[in-house]
Each structure stands twice: as structure tokens, then as C-alpha cells.
């Protein structure tokens, strides 16, 4: 059974900076795709950033330069690293993964099977 389990959320001023851990466990998939998924108040799941078993990123563009996604070298937890935090950061943060190798869509929800239960981000301005 994949277990995904998010931490690290949290409340903070505009400019500052949380770092989301998600820890996986019983996935064990050589080829795979995780990624960071977020969902504001009232609107759609969007991509964030997704990282692949080979160390391949890819981010969206409102969060290139601010948000860094990394995972462990046993790679059983997933990070995103996230600075120059703004208000419109703000949203429920779910980790997922795909068991399979992606060659497009590595941001949308839809190519994800396992998800973690999310974790809440707030950004005040």
C-alpha cells in the first residue's frame, strides 16, 4: 500500500520562506514521477513542481526561481523548498506520484495515482 504523508505547512508573511516534506512509503516504483500540487480556495488542482527517478524537474511558471523541489537519495521523501512566498501561494499543498514514466503532462493532476491527504499554506500579505 503508497502512503504519501505531507508536513510542513504553515502560516507566513509575504517574502518568507516554509519547506513542505512529504514522506513516502511502500512505493516502490524503479520509474516514477512525484510532484507537488496545490489547490487555492474555490478553484482548480495546478501543478507546482514534479521531479522524476532520474532527478529531471520541471516547474510551473509562477513558481520558477522561488520553489525548489528535491527528494532524499533513498528517495523516500519529497521537499519543496519554497521562498519569496506571495499571498496567491496561498492553498492546500498535496504531494503525489505517478508509479510510471511520464513524457508529458508532468504537471497535471490527472497522470498522478497516489496522493497524500495535503497540507495547508497561508501567505499573508
Known amino acids: 500500500q503508497v502512503l504519501l504523508m505531507e508536513s510542513g505547512g504553515g502560516s507566513v508573511q509575504a517574502g518568507g520562506s516554509l519547506r513542505l516534506s512529504c514522506a513516502a512509503s511502500?512505493?516502490?516504483?524503479?520509474?516514477?514521477?512525484m510532484g507537488w500540487f496545490r489547490q487555492p480556495p474555490g478553484k482548480e488542482r495546478e501543478g507546482v513542481a514534479a521531479?522524476?527517478?532520474?532527478?529531471?524537474?520541471s516547474y510551473a511558471d509562477s513558481v520558477k526561481g522561488r520553489f525548489t523541489i528535491s527528494q532524499d537519495n533513498a528517495k523516500v521523501t519529497l521537499y519543496l523548498q519554497m521562498n519569496s512566498l506571495k499571498p496567491e501561494d496561498t492553498a492546500t499543498y498535496y504531494c503525489?506520484?505517478?508509479?510510471?514514466?511520464?513524457?508529458?503532462?508532468?504537471?497535471?493532476?490527472?497522470?498522478?495515482?497516489?496522493w497524500g491527504q495535503g497540507t495547508q499554506v497561508t501567505v499573508s500579505s
Open positions: 503525489a506520484a505517478a508509479g510510471y514514466r511520464l513524457w508529458v503532462g508532468y504537471l497535471d493532476p490527472r497522470r498522478y495515482n497516489y
Open positions: 511502500g512505493f516502490t516504483y524503479r520509474d516514477y514521477w
Open positions: 521531479i522524476d527517478s532520474d532527478g529531471r524537474t
